[in-house]
């Protein structure tokens, strides 16, 4: 089974996308991931997977209105996706569901969702993003062949608010990240190993909780504080300015981020980590933030925010501290506390025993469990000759954008069709069947598309029951700015990608 998975960034900016496409390849499927970014040399391999760059031509941003530079990247990934002709299209945010549902209705391809965040329930800087968000998963999702997130809670809001017949598969954002023996975070702040150490991992922004954990420094003279992770833009500026204002600027450090092979190395000599993310929307209160996870895999216990899923996960396997958010005098105790009993034997003990329920090797199995599913509904061939198999040219032909609705009184459908079609969850009439010529696997030629049949009468169709579903993890997912260069701001090695919210 072919795979391509859609991605408006790179994946060095994205560990979760790297895991899963590498676990997949691993797994013996075919996975080529469509990136909004150069890639050296137009395509290279990484972990088992082949990356290609889905970038439109420089000149295009100096030549196009931003809406119509926006049409080209969708056009772009739709394009490969011709060229590719894949079996199922897997994308990840809500950035990439517009490209993803438009290829796998032209391709015969069945969609999967992973989304990386509730995003209809972050607060983006453009209305029209807002609008556009709500209203592109309100038609695709219903219509995933299996929909994918990285908390229970964001699960069930995704079940209930699209109808969906089965909550969506929860694939959360542990880490595949192992302890390479290089950190020298320590050594970076000129400590000894003496000195309590709390650890902010991530870039600071808002919402995060840095300003209540710079001003709880004051209250905490013998500790040392240390921001590991690139400012989101402009905030670092803010956050040095508070941290001059209280007079604590000799004892917390804003650190730039780290190769992502040495991140759990610099982490582990802390005494402490934090995640306080703040109760500002939806998204937050259900989020699973991805250095909680990284935390336990270093074996730091954790001061967190007491939100529904994080203080869920920190009391069931006894990880450390939750405090309200907003509250100040319970922050400054909890960090007490934490940096009294960081080597309490019997919290060490329970942070190894999480550290092998929380990994990578048994939580992919939740992903590769959906794909089996998907694999096995796969139909055999019928009546139909495979392709000639070619050699992918050196760029895609761009497509253009094709209606996402039929007539009311119509099923659009390619015959003859070896694939099972996407369907719609609950057996929703409206779902359109596509069909595309040529085996399983197979990648089929352009004039397969010639042989279009209407179907004037429309039936209802039958939901699988045990139909995979959808996912949470990125703050603020959009298309880049065309104004700034595609390739992130932040260098390779980020330690956690700034669109990650968590």
């Not at 990285?150 to 069930?156: L, N």
């Not at 089965?166 to 020298?184: E, F």
């Not at 550290?355 to 990578?360: C, G, T």
């Not at 032909?397 to 459908?413: I, Y």
Request: charged share 25%.
């Amino acid at each position: 089974m072919h795979i391509v998975m859609l991605l408006h960034k790179s994946v060095e900016f994205d560990s979760r996308v790297r895991r899963e496409a590498s676990a997949l390849a691993a797994a013996g499927y075919r996975v080529t991931l469509l990136e909004l970014a150069p890639v050296p040399g137009g395509t290279a391999m990484l972990d088992g997977f082949t990356r290609r760059s889905c970038q439109p031509p420089r000149w295009l941003a100096r030549r196009l209105p931003f809406n119509l530079y926006r049409i080209a990247f969708l056009a772009w990934f739709v394009g490969w996706q011709l060229h590719l002709r894949p079996d199922v299209v897997h994308a990840h945010d809500a950035a990439m569901l517009l490209p993803g549902i438009v290829g796998a209705q032209l391709t015969g391809a069945r969609l999967v969702y992973d989304s990386h965040e509730l995003a209809t329930s972050v607060p983006y800087r453009e209305r029209a993003w807002t609008w556009f968000v709500a209203s592109i998963e309100r038609l695709a999702v219903p219509r995933c062949a299996g929909v994918i997130t990285v908390s229970d809670g964001i699960a069930e809001r995704l079940r209930v608010r699209y109808r969906l017949s089965s909550t969506p598969a929860v694939v959360r954002n542990v880490t595949a990240l192992r302890t390479n023996g290089r950190g020298r975070l320590r050594e970076r702040l000129g400590i000894d190993r003496h000195t309590p150490l709390i650890l902010h991992q991530g870039a600071p922004a808002p919402d995060r909780g840095c300003e209540a954990l710079v001003a709880a420094m004051q209250e905490l003279p013998q500790a040392r504080l240390a921001f590991l992770g690139d400012p989101e833009p402009g905030y670092g500026v803010k956050l040095r300015g508070l941290i001059k204002d209280l007079g604590v600027q000799e004892r917390v450090s804003l650190l730039g981020s780290v190769p992502l092979e040495d991140l759990l190395a610099h982490t582990s000599e802390a005494d402490v980590g934090v995640t306080l993310l703040q109760d500002t929307c939806e998204n937050h209160r259900l989020a699973l933030p991805n250095k909680l996870f990284e935390y336990v895999a270093a074996g730091v216990p954790v001061v967190a925010s007491a939100l529904p899923e994080t203080q869920r996960l920190v009391q069931q396997h006894g990880l450390g501290w939750c405090v309200t958010p907003g509250d100040q005098a319970g922050l400054v105790r909890a960090l007490g506390d934490a940096l009294s009993a960081c080597r309490d034997p019997g919290l060490r003990a329970r942070l190894t025993e999480a550290a092998q329920e929380l990994s990578w090797s048994r939580e992919q199995q939740r992903l590769l469990g959906l794909y089996a599913k998907l694999d096995r509904r796969a139909a055999p061939a019928v009546d139909a000759a495979p392709s000639a198999r070619r050699t992918p040219a050196a760029a895609p032909v761009p497509a253009a954008t094709p209606a996402l609705h039929a007539p009311a009184t119509a099923r659009v459908k390619l015959v003859p069709g070896d694939h099972e079609p996407m369907r719609a969850q609950d057996g929703n009439p409206r779902q359109l069947f596509i069909r595309a010529t040529g085996p399983a696997g197979e990648r089929r030629s352009e004039r397969d598309g010639a042989h279009l049949q209407l179907v004037t009468e429309r039936g209802p169709q039958r939901g699988h029951a045990d139909q995979a579903g959808v996912g949470v993890g990125s703050r603020h997912t959009r298309l880049p700015d065309r104004d700034r260069p595609l390739v992130g701001e932040h260098p390779a090695g980020l330690a956690e990608g700034r669109p990650d919210a968590c």
